[in-house]
């Protein structure tokens, strides 16, 4: 992981966080960004995206993708809203998996059930672990359909 690549990191952590700030409801915040075409440029090999702030970010998705984004529902602590921000941008320049890809595997409900086991590991094993509890639910629902 490079220097920028960590930068990216931090800022994506942020940005979640001044969602809650802006009183943006975190779990529609969330799944509207991981699905966005601002995710989409920041997972870009290049992008000026990858040079703006955390403001600058949340005002380009208000701009163009604002259904994603509503006040409506809870709103989640910074620490938690961080953490998913940096994680999933570090789990991006870890596998070269996209944002929205991510989110499927480890949707918001997911990342703030397991936020109090996996913060304090390194980002890699709770990526690991992350996958390792979204293949297991691929599989139980795949048996079930059987």
Not at 5 to 20: H, P
Not at 40 to 63: F, H, P
Not at 117 to 129: G, Q, V
Request: charged share 30%.
């Amino acid at each position: 992981m490079n220097e920028l690549q960590l930068k990216l990191c931090d800022i994506q952590g942020r940005l979640f966080e001044l969602s809650a700030d802006k009183k943006y409801g975190s779990a529609n915040f969330v799944k509207g960004f991981m699905n966005s075409e601002v995710a989409k440029a920041l997972d870009s090999t290049y992008n000026r995206m990858q040079w703006a702030g955390e403001e600058y970010l949340l005002e380009e998705l208000v701009a163009v993708e604002a259904d994603k984004v509503s006040e409506e529902g809870e709103i989640y602590s910074k620490e938690v809203l961080y953490w998913m921000g940096y994680l999933y941008r570090y789990w991006h320049y870890y596998t070269k998996e996209s944002s929205s890809k991510i989110y499927k595997q480890a949707p918001v409900g997911a990342m703030k059930r397991n936020y109090l086991m996996f913060h304090t590991m390194a980002p890699e094993l709770a990526i690991e672990d992350l996958k390792e509890i979204s293949g297991q639910k691929t599989c139980s629902s795949k048996t079930s359909r059987d």
